[in-house]
């Protein structure tokens, strides 16, 4: 959670008192709406201190999503917190809605989430809780969630079934990694001074390259800001011309859209002649659309063709610049490779024997997963048809959501 509200004691008693003062000097004048507010029933806000539990419990959480910038959060938090205790089977609290990622809601939401279950399950974006309608809706929560925590529990108890199942499998597996990792550890430790040693034997070459890419950078940067600015130049030059284009291009489409679904539907029953019709009549329909936009081209080459051979002609400039500082790339790059080479080849080898040394782990450990498998098989039936209902409850309560 992003956010989370501690009060202080002495502080709570600080305004206690205070308001209690207050009452006493004005007891005549206070409305009787703030007397109200200050006694309103209030919901537990989940944060660090209580996600966990609340969040991996045994009972369905609807959440209020509220924000201090929600018109009605404070009426429908009232509401919702006083039927809570009418529907024991759920728990209720409230979550900002910063937390959940959906930033300062304007009006209360209220979304239902399942212990173990990623994302909500049922969200209402618009509460509109009232005192005479709070309790039927709350009803149907409780009634969709009830069925719901029961495969959630079907599928938690497979678990811990499957857990027990997978165990002794498991725990020999276990053995065997750890067999594996006592042989490997003494070769892992050489391929990793190797590998070391080679970076430290290639670091004068790796710092040539940087230091060549820095100067060739150098040397490019002139011809590049000039380039770039004569870019800019030239797409000012064409943009009244793709400006004129637009319109045509649009009106090109919309002559042709009726006759677009036709062609699909040829293409689609592969009727050869019926295409070709379709297709020449959508050519003759675009033919003086592609007319003007062809000669609106011609005029926006010419207006870019002083931008564009200048542009050219510094890009020439550039790479003339940086080709000898690229060929002594290209070569401390060659260079480093040989440096690194003999490295390489004796960490393929060590690789190599690590994968010889363990063949004999791997092949002991697949039949041990194989039995495994076929140990859990049991379980898979009944998870998938526990996992199928809850998606299918799930989507059944989608449309209540709109």
């Not at 490295?343 to 092949?363: C, M, N, S, V």
């Not at 697949?366 to 209902?389: H, Y």
């Amino acid at each position: 959670m992003k956010r989370t509200l501690a009060y202080s004691t002495a502080l709570a008693l600080v305004l206690s008192f205070g308001a209690l003062s207050c009452a006493a000097t004005a007891a005549t004048t206070a409305p009787a709406t703030a007397v109200a507010a200050r006694h309103a029933p209030t919901l537990p806000a989940l944060g660090d201190d209580n996600a966990q539990q609340i969040l991996g419990g045994n009972k369905a959480i609807g959440m209020l999503v509220v924000s201090d910038k929600c018109a009605n959060c404070g009426s429908a938090e009232a509401i919702l917190a006083a039927a809570a205790a009418r529907h024991p089977q759920m728990t209720f609290v409230k979550v900002d809605g910063n937390d959940l990622g959906v930033g300062d809601v304007a009006e209360a939401g209220f979304v239902v989430m399942l212990p173990g279950v990623k994302g909500p399950v049922f969200t209402q974006v618009k509460l509109n809780a009232t005192a005479g309608n709070i309790d039927a809706f709350l009803n149907k929560r409780v009634r969709v969630a009830t069925a719901q925590m029961t495969e959630v529990g079907k599928l938690k108890a497979i678990k811990v079934k499957m857990d027990v199942a997978a165990k002794p499998f498991n725990d020999q597996l276990a053995q065997i990694k750890a067999q594996a990792d006592t042989i490997l550890a003494p070769l892992n430790a050489q391929i990793k001074a190797l590998h070391d040693q080679g970076e430290a034997a290639a670091k004068p070459d790796a710092d040539k390259i940087e230091a060549l890419q820095a100067q060739a950078d150098a040397a490019a940067k002139p011809f590049k800001d000039q380039s770039d600015a004569l870019q800019a130049q030239l797409d000012a030059a064409v943009k009244p011309f793709e400006e004129q284009a637009q319109p045509i291009m649009a009106a090109g489409h919309a002559a042709i859209k009726d006759l677009i679904p036709q062609l699909q539907a040829a293409q689609a029953a592969q009727n050869k002649p019926q295409w070709d019709a379709v297709k020449a009549k959508i050519d003759a329909i675009v033919k003086p659309y592609n007319d003007k936009i062809d000669a609106i081209k011609a005029q926006a080459d010419a207006a870019a063709q002083p931008f564009s051979g200048q542009i050219a002609a510094l890009k020439k400039q550039a790479d003339d610049a940086t080709a000898p500082l690229l060929i002594q790339i290209d070569t401390a790059k060659l260079d480093m490779q040989e440096v690194v080479k003999p490295f390489g080849e004796q960490i393929d080898d060590l690789r190599t024997q690590a994968t010889d040394a363990i063949a004999p782990l791997k092949e002991k450990a697949q039949p041990i997963v194989a039995a495994r498998n076929e140990a859990l098989k049991a379980f898979t039936a009944d998870g998938s048809a526990a996992q199928a209902k809850l998606q299918a409850l799930v989507q059944a309560d989608q449309p209540a959501q709109k």
